[in-house]
């Protein structure tokens, strides 16, 4: 059998624990082959793997967010059945993966359908049922901005497989339910951590975008999301409350399993145990990104200063995925005086640490 792997922001090119599933799972199944896909934020190559890919990975497709659809294909005059059916979606009315192929094949290019006047309508007739009072070119560009990913993913070219495996709703839910609407096959559905809500806690946060729009893009990662739900045969988290989650997001309760994440029980209990007798050893392992809030481990570390708890915490975990936001990490490490007490060691060797802690 061959199965298509949809990961984004992840493997080959990152390392971390969703990437390292990947390759296990890979590993572990040598009478399958894969195919993977892969979207990133930007452009990539094969000079850019953290992983040695496994003999029967057949192919790594690579789709970047920011890179535009090259493909040419003429606009089709569409009814104006198809035209609602486009704004019903778009607009977050329905979830509705059958509309993939009208993307895919009859508004031409992101380019031509976003100068078309059906787009133009479309948003004009949004802003107004919204009630929008802010300026309607930031609105405009919002759109630009929301859609032009997802039509370029969605006419991307893709590989043929057998079974295609999201690990991840999003942007990889949403080309795994294209892959199975397109070639007609089963798509799994695996989320370890609820990809919409951490997806709502970044833009809750983030400055780019203007305070009234936030909560149109929160519902554009809901509304992809519930799209996976919908399309996936089968939805798999690590535990209960991910589980209850996606039943409020909008996974239907008979599609939903839990199956938890496998510990090596003998590997790691081989390691044995170093007692700390002088201070309470603390090991945290972790990608420094700002989704896993570093800085408020660090905050918590001052706290047991604060208390003059004798404390020794070691951050593992890559340094160079997100090499700004670690080095502010390091920078508060400093304003706070707990160079002695916190130390970012970057990737290493886990199991020689953990008899420490």
């Known amino acids: 059998m061959k199965i298509g792997i ?23 199944m040598p009478m399958h082959e894969f195919e993977i896909i892969s979207i990133m934020p930007n452009p990539k190559t094969e000079a850019d793997y953290r992983y040695t890919l496994p003999k029967n990975v057949t192919g790594v497709t690579t789709l970047a967010l920011t890179q535009r659809a090259t493909r040419k294909r003429r606009p089709e005059a569409l009814s104006e059945a198809e035209r609602e059916r486009i704004k019903t979606w778009m607009t977050f009315g329905q979830v509705d993966s059958s509309i993939y192929p009208i993307l895919e094949n009859q508004i031409g290019t992101p380019e031509q359908f976003f100068s078309s006047r059906l787009f133009y309508q479309l948003v004009t007739e949004s802003y107004q049922e919204e009630g929008q009072a802010g300026s309607f070119i930031d609105y405009f560009w919002m759109w630009r901005s929301m859609y032009a990913p997802v039509l370029d993913l969605l006419q991307a070219g893709l590989p043929q497989v057998d079974l295609v495996h999201a ?154 995925e997100d090499k700004e936001y670690a080095a502010e990490c390091e920078m508060l490490i400093r304003q706070l005086e707990l160079e002695q007490s916190v130390l970012m060691v970057g990737k290493v060797d886990i199991r020689q640490h953990l008899p420490e802690f």
Not at 6 to 28: A, C, F, K, R, T
């Open 6 to 28: 949809v990961v984004e922001g992840s493997y080959p090119y990152v390392s971390g624990g969703v990437s390292s599933w990947v390759h296990m799972l890979m590993e572990q």
């Open 167 to 320: 690990a991840s709703t999003g942007y990889a839910g949403l080309i795994a339910s294209a892959m199975k609407e397109r070639q007609n096959i089963p798509f799994l559905l695996t989320e370890h951590g609820i990809y919409s809500r951490e997806r709502e806690e970044e833009l809750l946060q983030a400055s780019w975008i203007p305070a009234e729009f936030r909560s149109h893009w929160i519902q554009f990662f809901h509304h992809i999301s519930r799209e996976a739900y919908r399309k996936a045969d089968d939805v798999i988290t690590l535990f209960e409350r991910n589980g209850e989650l996606q039943r409020q997001l909008g996974a239907p309760v008979e599609k939903l399993s839990i199956i938890p994440n496998g510990i090596d029980v003998t590997g790691l209990s081989a390691l044995g145990h170093v007692l700390g007798v002088d201070k309470l050893r603390i090991g945290a392992i972790v990608r420094v990104v700002p989704i896993k809030d570093i800085k408020t481990m660090i905050y918590a570390a001052k706290l047991l200063q604060d208390m003059l708890v004798p404390f020794e915490l070691t951050i593992m975990g890559p340094l160079d």
